[in-house]
C-alpha cells in the first residue's frame, strides 16, 4: 500500500515550495508533487524586484532554486507527475497520477495559473513559431529582430524592457491608451528608446507560412485594421502575449468552490473540503505576487500541522 503522507502540496511555484519548508520544518511527512518545472511563472520571469531581500538583477530562477533548496533541505519529498483526479473527501486524500496514486491527510493546492491567450485568429498555429508567453525562454531568438509585446499590466511591460536586451525595436500593444502597471515600472519604460507604443489597440489575426510573418492589428476606438509585416530583412517578427493569468484549477471543479476558476479560501487558506488548503494564485485574492504566495503556503502548512495535532 501506498505511503500515508501527512501532507501532499500540489505544484512548486512560491506557494507550493512555501507549503514543503514550513510543512518539513514541523517535522510532517511531506511530499510536493509537480508536473513540470519548479516555479510556475516565477521560472519565466526573468527580474523580480519586489520580494523582500531579493538580491538586485537577481533572476526568478535563481530564487526559484533557493526555494527548491530549501524545502529539500527540510526533507520534502519530490515527485513529478501530472495529476488526472482527486478524491478528498475522508480522512485520507487520494490524488491519482499519470505515474502513481499518491495518499495524504491534507492536501494543500499550489498549482498557480498559466498565461491567457493573446485570443486574435490563428493563434494557436504560430505558438512557438513567432508568438510567445516567455520572455526569459525565447529572447535570445529574436536577436535583432522586431518584437510586439501585447498588454499593459506589470509583466507585459517587465518583459518589454527584457525584450530590448536581445531585440532592436520592442513595440507594446495595449487595448486602453493608459498603461494598467506600477507607476515606478512605467517610468522606466517610457525613457527607454527602444520602446515605442500602440495605443488603443488589439491584434485581431497573425500570418505567415511556417513562422509568424505578420499580422493584423486593429483600433478599438475607430476599428480601423492595419497590417503589419515583417521587415523583408528580417522574415519574421516576435509577438509575445502577457495579459494575465488562467487558473490551473479544472481537476477540482465541482470538488472545491471557485469563483471564475479560482479556488475560494478563509483567511486561513480553508477550502470547502476539511484538511484540503488553497495557496498562492489559484485562490481568490487581491494581490498575486511571490511574497503573497509564499506568506499563503506558510499558512496553509500551519493551518494542516494544527489539523492533524487536532486530530490526534
Ligand atoms: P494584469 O495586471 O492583469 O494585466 C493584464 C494586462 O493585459 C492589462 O493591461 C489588460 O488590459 C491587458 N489585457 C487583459 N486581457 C486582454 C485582452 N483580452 N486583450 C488585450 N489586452 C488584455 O496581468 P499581469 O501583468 O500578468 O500581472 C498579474 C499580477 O502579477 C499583477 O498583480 C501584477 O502586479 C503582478 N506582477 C508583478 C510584477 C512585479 O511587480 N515585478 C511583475 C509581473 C506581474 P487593461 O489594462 O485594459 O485591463
Known amino acids: 500500500m501506498s505511503k500515508i503522507y501527512d ?3 500540489l505544484g512548486a511555484g512560491p506557494a507550493g515550495l512555501a507549503a514543503g519548508l514550513y ?4 517535522r510532517l511527512s ?3 508533487i509537480e508536473k513540470g518545472q519548479d516555479g510556475g511563472q516565477i521560472a519565466i520571469t526573468d527580474e523580480i524586484e519586489n520580494y523582500p531581500g531579493q538580491v538586485e538583477g537577481d533572476s526568478g530562477p535563481s530564487l526559484i532554486a533557493r526555494m527548491t533548496e530549501q524545502a529539500k533541505h527540510f526533507g520534502a519529498e519530490r515527485v513529478s507527475d501530472l495529476i488526472k483526479s482527486v478524491e478528498l473527501e475522508g480522512d485520507v486524500k487520494k490524488l491519482v497520477g499519470a505515474k502513481g496514486e499518491y495518499l495524504a491527510k491534507t492536501v494543500i493546492v499550489a498549482t498557480g495559473a498559466f498565461p491567457k491567450p493573446i485570443g486574435c485568429q490563428n493563434e494557436g498555429k504560430f505558438v512557438g513559431k513567432g508568438i510567445s508567453f516567455c520572455a526569459t525562454c525565447d529572447a535570445a531568438f529574436f536577436e535583432d529582430f522586431e518584437v510586439y509585446v501585447v498588454g499593459g499590466g506589470d509583466s507585459a511591460v517587465e518583459e518589454a524592457m527584457y525584450l530590448t536586451k536581445f531585440a532592436r525595436k520592442v513595440t507594446i500593444i495595449h487595448r486602453r491608451d493608459q498603461l494598467r502597471a506600477a507607476k515606478s515600472i512605467q517610468e522606466k519604460a517610457f525613457k527607454n528608446e ?3 507604443f500602440m495605443w488603443d ?3 485581431d489575426s497573425v500570418e505567415g507560412e511556417e513562422m509568424l510573418e505578420a ?3 486593429k483600433n478599438v476606438k475607430t476599428g480601423e ?3 503589419i509585416e515583417a521587415d523583408p530583412d528580417d522574415g519574421i517578427f516576435g509577438l509575445f502575449g502577457f495579459i494575465g493569468y488562467n487558473p490551473n484549477s479544472a481537476l477540482f471543479e465541482g470538488i472545491l468552490d471557485m469563483d471564475h476558476g479560482y479556488i475560494k479560501t ?3 487558506m480553508h477550502t470547502n473540503i476539511e484538511g484540503v488548503y488553497a495557496a498562492g494564485d489559484i485562490r481568490v485574492k487581491s494581490l498575486r505576487q511571490v511574497v503573497t504566495a509564499a506568506a499563503d503556503g506558510a499558512i496553509a502548512a500551519m493551518q494542516a500541522e494544527h489539523y492533524l495535532a487536532n486530530k490526534e
Open 7 to 9: 501532507v501532499i502540496v
Open 215 to 217: 499580422m493584423v492589428v
Open 194 to 196: 527602444k520602446i515605442a
Open 201 to 203: 489597440t488589439v491584434v
Open 30 to 32: 511531506v511530499l510536493i
Open 23 to 26: 510543512a518539513g520544518r514541523s
Open 266 to 268: 478563509d483567511d486561513n
Open 225 to 227: 485594421l492595419t497590417r
